[in-house]
């Protein structure tokens, strides 16, 4: 199977996590974090500034790596490094999504998540707990 290789930002900003809802495609109306597919010669850091420009109007500084995420979704196979981000400067433009939220991680299962991101919101609820 083919596998895609995707970068996605965890923006957090005043204790809140930044949601993106996808606005076209198979998976239209469902609930992501902000990014896409790596481009030929990028490093995973360099695509996700580009994709958060390109999607959000956003400057943001890439933290740290929190997961990888593997899922088999029926045409490809989903490898997406996920990195805890920051606003370096702007306010988000939704240029791609439909709609955007920021959460808490009181509020984050109360959006329909991508199916491969099921693990990763464990994991961010995990993240958040240990740093309060
Ligand atoms: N950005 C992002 N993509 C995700 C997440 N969860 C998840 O399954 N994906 C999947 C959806 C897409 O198949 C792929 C992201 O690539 P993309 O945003 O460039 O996808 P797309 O299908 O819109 O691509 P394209 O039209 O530009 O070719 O990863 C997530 O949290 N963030």
């Avoid at 991680?105 to 919101?121: G, M, R």
Wanted: aromatic share 10%; proline share 4%; hydrophobic share 35%.
């Amino acid at each position: 199977m083919k596998t895609v290789k995707v970068v996605a930002a965890i923006i957090i900003n005043n204790n809140q996590i930044f949601a993106t809802q996808r606005g076209y495609g198979d998976y239209k109306g469902g609930w992501e974090f902000p990014g896409g597919k790596i481009e030929a010669g990028e490093t995973p850091q360099e695509a996700l500034i580009r994709e958060i420009r390109e999607e959000l109007d956003l400057e943001i500084k890439v933290g740290e790596f929190l997961e990888k995420i593997e899922y088999d979704y029926p045409g490809f196979h989903l490898s997406m490094d996920c990195f805890i981000c920051t606003i370096k400067s702007g306010k988000p433009v939704l240029r791609e999504h439909k709609a955007a939220k920021w959460l808490t991680v009181e509020t984050i299962d109360s959006v329909s998540w991508l199916p491969a991101d099921q693990n990763l919101i464990e994991t961010i609820k995990k993240y958040r707990n240990n740093q309060l």
